[in-house]
């Protein structure tokens, strides 16, 4: 699947902003979805998931409260709200896609997924 993250940009601390995922080859229902982030010169890292069946897989502990991520199947697209943005947000944010059969534990990691958007890039400014 064919995956194309947009919505970022530069706001400051305390804004928000949505992402969005589309995703395009295949339908994305029987996929679990991720969104991950990449600060420079640190590793990706786990922000949020949802499995295929709708669940939420969890949140990052700094995020928890402030992101949302959501799913629409029938538009084969995945959200990511973000409220109360800080500078420490700051990154290229990733969507994924990953096999249903996937077992829960590598959801929060990037083995855990096999489809990769481009990326978009959110900075948060003090």
């Known amino acids: 699947v064919q995956l194309q993250a947009s919505g970022g940009g530069l706001v400051q601390a305390g804004a928000s902003l949505r992402l969005s995922c589309a995703a395009s080859?295949?339908?994305?229902?029987?996929?679990?979805m991720g969104w991950f982030r990449q600060a420079p010169g640190k590793e990706r890292e786990f922000v949020a998931g949802i499995r295929w069946t709708g669940i939420n897989i969890g949140y990052k502990d700094s995020v928890k409260g402030r992101f949302t991520i959501s799913r629409d199947n029938a538009k084969n697209t995945v959200d990511l709200q973000m409220n109360s943005l800080k500078p420490e947000d700051t990154a290229v944010y990733y969507c994924?896609?990953?096999?249903?059969?996937?077992?829960?534990?590598?959801?929060?990691?990037?083995?855990?997924?096999?489809?990769w958007g481009q990326g978009t890039q959110v900075t948060v400014s003090s």
């Open positions: 080859g295949r339908t994305i229902n029987t996929y679990n």
């Open positions: 994924a896609a990953g096999s249903k059969r996937k077992i829960l534990s590598v959801l929060y990691t990037p083995g855990g997924y096999d489809d």
